[in-house]
């Protein structure tokens, strides 16, 4: 029996207890050279044995199977965690949305138990990829705060590879996305950061795009900036939000002036830049070489 078929079968099995039904018992193989188990659970305590000899018992808090049964979050599952080809345990601990956190129970070739891994039970949502050997996590801390990170095993220690780190910063009053990477030398380094609006953090969750203006472009609202209306630019261009002209998708940039003052200068998907004059509405901006005119007004 595969170990992807053993795992669906003792979720399935023990899952039936907990809408009330009968106590259900699994007989299964743990792995190559592993001892066959049968694996029971009821009111409060998760029973493991070889043949008639118990060979351990797991508790777990009873009262969550009401929760689970609502959301349709299955108390174990089966899975090969720790990538070595031997099945192990995990209970559901909480059912929070989005997080999720569990007991995890691995597989002990010597003491023929499963053992609780305290590394793996502090990690939110772990997704376990056989084929990468990696654990991806997802934790949601606030309306605005969300944490990303990848592990792997190495010499039997849970090791962050990889962070993403998506918050807000109440002194900018912005948010950002700052990525997190663990170097060959051993220690984490910051890879990037970048701080948005909402608008721009909208588009981010959607596509996982960072809109940021490339070169190019940004040179164009300098120039035009400078012939239109007689300033430099004194920043960086914010995205403050998105439409269309012309039947075109545009996203708006606000940037500081020179002057002290702020423009807002609308780019398009076909290579159309706009500047929008507020309530007089907002106005193409044609060139010609090193020259910016104001052009028709647009809708």
């Not at 000899?53 to 979050?73: A, F, M, T």
């Not at 020179?258 to 004059?277: D, I």
């Amino acid at each position: 029996m595969g170990r992807k078929t053993w795992a669906w079968m003792v979720v399935a099995a023990l899952w039936c207890t907990a809408a009330g039904a009968e106590v259900k018992a699994l007989t299964v193989l743990v792995g190559p050279g592993a001892p066959t188990v049968t694996v029971t659970h009821e009111k409060g305590t998760v029973e493991v044995k070889e043949g008639n000899s118990l060979i351990q018992k797991i508790p777990y808090d009873q009262e969550i199977e009401g929760d689970l049964q609502e959301l349709g979050v299955d108390l174990i599952q089966g899975e090969d965690m720790n990538f070595d080809g031997f099945l192990d345990l995990r209970i559901t601990e909480s059912v929070g949305v989005p997080n999720a956190h569990y007991a995890c129970l691995l597989w002990n070739h010597k003491t023929k138990k499963f053992e609780k891994n305290e590394e793996l039970g502090g990690l939110s949502d772990p997704e376990f990829d056989p084929e990468t050997k990696k654990i991806k996590t997802f934790e949601h801390a606030r309306a605005t705060d969300n944490i990303y990170e990848e592990y792997e095993w190495r010499e039997g220690t849970l090791t962050v590879l990889w962070r993403k780190i998506q918050g807000y910063d109440d002194e900018r009053e912005r948010f950002f996305v700052r990525e997190e990477r663990r170097k060959e030398g051993g220690e984490m380094v910051q890879e990037s950061e970048h701080y948005m609006t909402e608008a721009a953090l909208e588009i981010y969750l959607e596509t996982g795009e960072i809109p940021l203006l490339d070169e190019a472009l940004r040179d164009k609202i300098a120039l035009a900036a400078k012939a239109l209306l007689g300033a430099e630019l004194a920043g960086e261009g914010e995205l403050h939000g998105v439409g269309s002209r012309e039947g075109q998708p545009v996203r708006a940039w606000v940037f500081p002036l020179t002057k002290g003052e702020e423009a807002c200068f609308e780019t398009s998907s076909g290579g159309a830049l706009y500047l929008n004059k507020g309530d007089s509405g907002a106005f193409a901006v044609h060139f010609d070489g090193n020259t910016a005119t104001l052009g028709e007004k647009v809708d």
